[in-house]
């Protein structure tokens, strides 16, 4: 685990200014709060209907067993079956994929970081060496679904398939999803239609993907059918980030696309029809290739503004220069902006966004540092 270094915020976003003088104020606020986010830099409150960006948030990940290496990140929403169980709408959810001896494969808890502002707390707790992966979400009746992608060693020659594990909303395992075409799922779209849900599994043994689709009730989930939909993603095992492989995945609804961030292939794929089609379409089209700001393509999430947002590994294509960066960039495959999550490389994986009325909620992890980052934007 490396240890982060302080940023001189000056030194750093002028030359931004510099190099792009018309850039939107917002955007340039935002790349100042993750840059201080990353420092350990504290801001003062502001008001809900204040331009500036709400002060950033820095929280640890670390549960009281010592699991680390955060993964997933995940939001309830406000549709979410809360009852009695301890979630609470806005609040984060932060995976944990290695334990307390910094194992890859072997993490065992899932953390709740409360809307509020309270104390970040273990929602979930299960046996030792699953291996909580990124392949993380919610469903509205009231229940987490993560995968686990375990290893005995912490090394990917000991790696299984794993499986998706049903956690309720009072923390509780209620189901083991299982299935041939799930192979160490290593991250997931996860569409909930209430009723009916669709799981886009990236899976890291073989590098595919497969589509799960599930009936949903009170009492749990239902497996319909599987299909494996893309595959022939360049997957590997690795002595730093245990796999090399299809990673980050977003679901368009309304284009019925699957978008997938390839790590070892370094690009953005994107599978048509991939709510419908009954054959693989291999790699599906590539929408974005850039190789000055990708360096590892990982973690994959949608703005609010249509376009993407992908973190790097750093372990492909490695830029110094760059460390950790978060990419934002169009579905027609346009650089837009890229910002840190640490001043050092290997800390960016997992992300998500969470828009509610004229406000944005953005969360990303820092395996660095096994912290999460979260800050608030206001929508135009």
Known sequence: MR??????????????????PTTVWLKTLTTIALLAAAAGIAHAQVPDDAFLPSPV???????ANGDGNPYGVAFVPNNFLTGSGPLRHGDILVSNFNNSM??????????????????????FQGKSGLGLST??????????????????????????????????????LAQIITDPSIQGPWDMALVDHGDQAIAFVTNALNGTVTRLKFSVSSTGLKLENATVI?????????????????????YDGKRDVLYVASTGDNAIFAIWNASRRTTEDGLGTVIYQDNVHLH????????????????????????????????EFTKE?????????????????????????DTAIFAAVDDNTNTLTIWTLNLP
């Open 3 to 20: 240890n982060c270094t302080t940023i001189a915020l000056n030194e750093t976003v002028a030359p931004m200014l510099r190099q792009r």
């Open 57 to 63: 948030r820095s929280v640890s990940t670390v549960p």
């Open 102 to 123: 910094n194992q890859q494969g072997t993490g065992t808890t899932i953390v709740r970081i409360p809307a509020s502002g309270a104390a970040p707390t273990v929602f």
């Open 135 to 172: 392949a993380l979400g919610t469903l509205q009746y009231g229940f987490v679904v993560v995968g686990n992608s375990p290893t005995t060693d912490g090394t990917s020659a000991t790696a299984g398939p794993g499986s998706l594990l049903v956690i309720n909303k009072w923390g509780q």
């Open 230 to 250: 893309a595959s022939g993603y360049v997957h590997r095992g690795d002595p730093v980030t245990l796999f090399v492989a299809p990673t980050g995945a977003v």
């Open 296 to 327: 590892g393509a990982l973690g994959l999430a949608a703005a609010p503004n249509g376009h993407l947002l992908v973190t790097n590994n750093d372990g492909i294509n490695p830029d110094p220069k760059q460390p950790s960066e978060i990419v």
């Open 333 to 357: 495959g346009e650089f837009v902006k890229e910002i840190p999550v640490d001043p050092a490389q290997g800390g960016s994986f997992g992300l998500a966004v969470n828009s509610y009325d």
